[in-house]
């Protein structure tokens, strides 16, 4: 089983900072057919399901910020959020789908 | 307009089972694998499975395996989630979700499963 070890648990920040949440899996997520990571990024509010930001670890989904940056491959991936705004406050999860599907453990992000 | 729908849901004793459905709409519900995902109050989100577009290839959370039993009905768009034996530890918030991790990744708001004598 792929084991995700994402950090940190939690973070405070202003606004208008920027952060980066890491995630890092027990086996490469890279498939060799496609060159492709199997790795998402997803924002989960308060009382509201997850919402989808980052897919294949760097493509930005539709609608989603520019300020919103993932990165990575292989085994270690990395979430950034520029410019950090209040709306952006929330639960961030990774999600391998390499083999099956593991969530990381998340990261609450919280204002300074 | 895609929609997913839980529904199912409630307070139900310790031991006893319940089926979990998610009706969807708006899409080709049989062109897409489908999962499940929980969250218990408080906690992170919790992988239980999913099930490919013909119901021939079904995964669970090894954990899970035993308790969980994915199926589908593309006659009827809808996806379920039959759990067994339940415990204290299965009171969650119970998401459907279409292809997740990919771009044509949606969810459904949840359904909530307590678990309580």
């Known amino acids: 089983d792929i084991v995700m070890t994402q950090s940190p648990f939690s973070l405070a920040v202003s606004e208008g900072e920027m952060v980066t949440i890491n995630c890092k899996s027990s086996q490469s997520l890279l498939s060799s057919g496609n060159q492709k990571n199997y790795l998402a990024w997803y924002q989960q509010k308060p009382g509201q399901s997850p919402k989808l930001l980052i897919y294949y670890a760097s493509t930005r989904q539709s609608g989603v910020p520019d300020r919103f940056i993932g990165s990575g491959s292989g085994t270690d991936f990395t979430l950034t959020i520029s410019d950090v705004q209040a709306e952006d406050l929330a639960d961030y999860y990774c999600?391998?789908?390499?083999?099956?599907?593991?969530f990381g453990a998340g990261t609450k992000l919280e204002l300074k | 307009e895609v929609k997913l729908v839980e529904s199912g849901g409630g307070l139900v004793q310790p031991g006893r089972s319940l089926k979990l459905s998610c009706a969807a709409s708006?899409?080709?519900?049989?062109?897409?694998?489908m999962g499940w995902v929980r969250q218990a109050p408080g906690k992170g989100l919790e992988w239980i499975g999913e099930?490919?577009?013909?119901?021939?290839?079904?995964n669970y959370t090894p954990s899970l395996k035993d308790k969980f039993t994915i199926s589908r009905d593309n006659a009827q768009n809808t996806l379920y989630l039959q759990m067994s034996k339940l415990g204290s530890e299965d009171t969650a918030i119970y998401y459907c979700?279409?292809?997740?991790?990919?771009?044509?990744?949606?969810w459904g708001q949840g359904v909530m499963v307590t678990v309580s004598s």
């Open positions: 099930i490919n577009k013909d119901s021939s290839t079904i």
């Open positions: 999600l391998q789908h390499y083999s099956y599907h593991t």
């Open positions: 979700a279409r292809a997740p991790g990919l771009r044509r990744d949606y």
């Open positions: 708006g899409f080709n519900f049989n062109d897409y694998w």
